[in-house]
């Protein structure tokens, strides 16, 4: 079932409002925990020049990453990437769906998604997005999701069985997040709490590296035209 969290995105009167919530204090904290737990979770790969953003959303970590890297971000909402191309005017964005990237196989080193699969509850369509983003990486993907066993996770389950919350989070063990990356075809991750201690950290960071790619040239991605506008339609 799609989240109706993944709908709104189109709404452009909703991607302004989701680009401003990281401008406030308690976005610039949840920017700089997120970015802390990526930086450790980049630490158990090997270093890398480029990175895949995906879903970028409104370019929240597109400074972060693209620091003395090629960046791309790609999206599904052009809505999104209008917000993060009016903050990011220098940087490389595509539309493109996570089931089909615009991207060549093994074309970056890194590809990242974070806050996608929380809201993504059927398991194949995890396995495929996870495999996607092996696909185009050469290094490794790093992901973030929603711990089961953490202390935030388990007060939005009461809250859900209270009737204080629609439904219940959709959150996973760390096994089960490890099965999905074999299955995606990945190396087994290692994982990082976005939040210390690690048993009240309800999104936690996982990264592995990709078996057996090669690279290929950066330039030969064939993304029509991701410096300014991607191609029309996602797919
Ligand atoms: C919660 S936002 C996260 C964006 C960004 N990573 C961040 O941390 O702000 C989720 C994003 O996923 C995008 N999205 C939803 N389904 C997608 C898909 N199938 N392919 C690519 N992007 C998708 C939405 O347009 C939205 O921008």
């Not at 990526?38 to 400074?63: I, K, M, N, Q, W």
């Not at 003395?68 to 999104?80: N, T």
């Not at 389950?157 to 989070?169: D, K, V």
Request: glycine share 8%.
């Amino acid at each position: 079932m799609r989240d109706p969290k993944l709908v709104v995105y189109g709404d452009a009167e909703h991607a302004r409002r989701y680009a401003l919530r990281w401008d406030s204090a308690r976005g610039r904290a949840r920017d700089a925990r997120k970015q802390r737990a990526l930086a450790a979770a980049f630490e158990h790969l090997a270093p890398f020049t480029s990175v895949l953003d995906a879903p970028c959303g409104a370019g929240r970590l597109c400074a972060f990453l693209s620091t003395e890297r090629a960046y791309i971000g790609v999206d599904l909402a052009p809505a999104m990437l209008g917000e993060a191309r009016a903050r990011q005017a220098s940087a490389r964005f595509a539309v493109g769906d996570l089931t089909r990237l615009p991207l060549a196989d093994h074309s970056v080193d890194v590809a990242v998604c974070v806050r996608l699969l929380h809201l993504v509850r059927e398991r194949s369509l995890r396995v495929a997005i996870l495999a996607e983003l092996a696909r185009v990486a050469r290094i490794g993907v790093v992901v973030d999701f929603r711990h089961a066993a953490a202390l935030r996770t388990w007060l939005g389950r009461l809250r859900a069985r209270t009737g204080l919350r629609a439904r219940p989070h959709n959150a996973h063990a760390l096994s089960s997040v490890a099965d999905e990356f074999t299955a995606a075809g990945l190396g087994p991750p290692v994982f990082v709490p976005v939040r210390r201690p690690a048993w009240l950290s309800d999104k936690m960071v996982a990264a592995a590296r990709v078996r057996g790619a090669t690279r290929t040239a950066w330039e030969t991605v064939g993304v029509a035209g991701a410096g300014q506008s991607g191609p029309d339609t996602p797919t």
